[in-house]
């Protein structure tokens, strides 16, 4: 397992990390426990979650995943481990999650002590905005809409609060997900000029199928030492194949039709044919391809996995060592150039 500097930070994470979104709803505690143990097995030492885990989110099992891990976590050596989790904000409207989800002072103490708590821990090491308490296009929309604007937390203030956290040792780092240029550009404004804590990550989504990340933000986390964790490496599984056979297979897109509107969209199965055919061609996994394009990326830190089972697991973690050819990564760049981006 290789091992990464997260942004400007003193972390050194693995180039594969663990996401925990199935933990609670597809997952058992118990299932959530062998796949912890397998990652950290294999070298995963990075631990992603969010209070509103599982998925689909709902209010009878909001923060089931961070008390799953939260058993886990109190028999291990947590100085060895990484642990990241995020605040909701007031975007998707999870009335459930503290009535009114805004990323101001109170809200952030009252999310980040309800995550401690779950996760059986006195501190987590990067603490994440999980979207922007402003306005953004997201999931799926392409364009920003200037009359949806609404009342935000300003930035600043947000990062005021988020240095008291830090200050009081409840937070060793901060992160963006699910961010714009000039959100990234704004937070890092904020703190040189206030003598705040920066950013040092942004988890955003990036796969074969979505590679809007190299525009705008590649640049400015290029230059600001912004680290990228990249989730959704297999497109909800589109990246897999699984769904070309039977688009009625069980899975997300499927469980969850509401949850993955992005994927809904005309290109998809072209594109997510064409990549498994890139796969099988050179005789490769068509999951592992795609794991191993967004981890050889210069831009990228880690990469998130998430699983359903070990098995799944298991061969998303044999991808680590993966270098695909330069044959492949010809053959990759002549479908993006077909198919670009069909699902932002």
Known sequence: MDYRQLGASNLKVSALALGTMTFGEQ???????????????????????????????RAETAG????????????????????????????????????????DRAQLNAALDGSLRRLQTDYVDLYQIHWPDRYVPMFGATSYDVAQERDSVPIAEQLQALGDLIKAGKVRHIGLSNETPWGVSEFLRCAETLGLPKIV???????????????????????????????????????????????????RITLFPGFGQRYHKPNVPA??????????????????????FARTRWFTTSVLLGATSVRQLQENLDSAEMMLTAEVLEKIEAVHKVYPNPTP
């Open 27 to 57: 997952n058992s505690e118990v299932e959530a426990h062998a796949q912890l143990d397998l990652a950290i097995a294999h070298g995963v030492n990075f631990i992603d979650t969010a209070e509103m885990y599982p998925v689909a989110p």
């Open 64 to 103: 089931r995943t961070e008390s799953y891990i939260g058993t886990w976590l109190k028999r291990q050596q947590r100085d060895k481990l990484i642990v990241a989790t995020k605040i909701a904000g007031p975007a998707r409207g999870f009335t459930w999650i503290r009535n009114t989800p805004r990323i």
């Open 201 to 251: 990550s942004i988890q955003n989504a990036y796969h074969l199928m979505n590679r809007s990340f190299e525009s705008g933000l590649a640049e400015i986390c290029h230059h600001a030492n912004v680290g990228l964790l990249a989730y959704s490496p297999l497109a909800f599984g589109h990246l897999t194949g699984k769904y070309l056979a039977d688009p009625q297979t069980k899975g």
């Open 271 to 292: 594109a997510s044919k064409e990549y498994v055919r890139i796969a099988q061609e050179a005789g490769l996994s068509p999951a592992q391809m795609a794991l191993a």
